[in-house]
């Protein structure tokens, strides 16, 4: 597909959602796991939505193993999407962007997968973004940001004008190259989810489940 509209601009959403439970990378991602030591020292229980099929005292350091086989094949998947871009001629005026919806729980507060969100671990999520042009130097940003502002970022990238656009979040462009400190520093950053609706029989009982976090400067609510 990109080949056939390498002539063209392109938006390209590219879903990699492989790290997520069961955890149950492909081979030779999962030899860590078969070569641990301690797998079912501190079992916890098989869990159809954590566990594969073949985990039949799933542990801790079990989980997390199995689970850093999934991102690293993810890596070598994403290595050969940017060989093949560069292939095409196209790595060089691409914006790249890379994040996740949500972390994982590995046992932190008693909990784990994903719910309910609210901790760090869940809403702590890799952004990186990378444009050979246009980002020439490596830079790690300490400011809070959340995933709101990714599209007004990609709409600045590729020079859209968005003021009669209805957005929420801001553009990432100005804390990349450093304008407006203040601004940034004092930013509140909100993490919300509805996660379910209660079960309650009766409806006037029922309601939303809503999980929600603050982040301000150094402070996490």
């Known amino acids: 597909w990109l080949r056939s509209h390498k002539d063209r601009n392109t938006f390209v959403y590219l879903p990699v959602v492989d790290p997520h439970g069961p955890y149950d990378p492909p081979p030779p991602y999962d030899e860590p796991y078969h070569q641990l030591k301690d797998d079912g020292k501190h079992p916890l229980g098989h869990d159809d939505s954590l566990d ?19 991102n690293r ?53 890799p952004l990186i973004l990378f444009h050979k042009q246009k980002i020439p130097q490596p830079r790690r940003i300490e400011e809070p940001v959340q995933l709101l502002d990714v599209m007004p970022t990609i709409l600045d990238f590729a020079s859209v004008d968005t003021s009669g656009l209805a957005m929420q979040g801001d553009s990432l462009v100005a804390l990349i190259e450093g304008r407006n400190p203040g601004y940034w520093k004092s930013r509140v950053i909100a993490s919300e989810e509805v996660t379910t609706r209660d079960r309650a029989n009766d409806w006037r009982n029922r309601g939303l489940r809503v999980h929600g976090s603050l982040y301000y400067g150094d402070w996490h609510f």
């Open 52 to 70: 594969a099929s073949y985990v039949k005292s799933p542990s801790r350091q079990s989980r997390k193993t199995l689970y850093d086989g999934e």
């Open 73 to 125: 094949h993810n890596d070598e998947v994403l290595r050969k999407f940017f060989a093949q871009m560069q292939a095409e001629g196209l790595f060089d005026d691409t914006l790249f962007i890379l994040t996740a919806d949500h972390g994982e729980y590995f046992g932190e507060h008693g909990l784990w997968g994903h719910r309910p969100p609210g901790h760090v671990q869940v809403t702590g999520v």
